[in-house]
Nanobody, 126 residues
Framework: QVQLIESGGGLVQVGGSLRLSCTVS????????VGWFRQAPGKERETVAA????????FVNYSMKDRFAISKDNANEPVYLQMNSLKPEDTALYSC???????????????????WGRGTQVTVAS
């Protein structure tokens, strides 16, 4: 059973930073592509960032690429989403997702992910 646990959300002032982490507990030796997604009330789910199983390939939503970064130290380490210069419009439930993949496989579409965490709330106060 693959489990995902997110952490790092919270309340932050405009311009502040947060680092979210996503720990994937899966099968030993299996690469997992991981994505971060967010959904605000009344809005559709939005892809924030994605990273390949090995961590060598990354994607960040163009509208956020100057402020957000996704990373992992190696295949078995948590995936981090560093968020800087936060804005009120960044307020949302942030969820990470994982799916079995190759070392270089990177997936940006949420409907291709199999496993989902419960999400962590990020609230940016103005």
């Amino acid at each position: 059973q693959v489990q995902l646990i997110e952490s790092g959300g919270g309340l932050v002032q405009v311009g502040g930073s947060l680092r979210l982490s996503c720990t994937v507990s899966g099968r030993a030796g299996q690469y997992y592509a991981v994505g971060w997604f967010r959904q605000a009330p009344g809005k559709e789910r939005e892809t924030v960032a994605a990273i390949s199983g090995s961590g060598s390939a990354t994607f960040v939503n163009y509208s956020m690429k100057d402020r957000f970064a996704i990373s992992k130290d190696n295949a078995n380490e948590p995936v981090y989403l560093q968020m800087n210069s936060l804005k009120p419009e960044d307020t949302a439930l942030y969820s990470c997702a994982a799916v079995e993949a190759t070392a270089m496989g990177i997936i940006t579409q949420s409907d291709r992910y199999t496993y989902w965490g419960r999400g962590t709330q990020v609230t940016v106060a103005s």
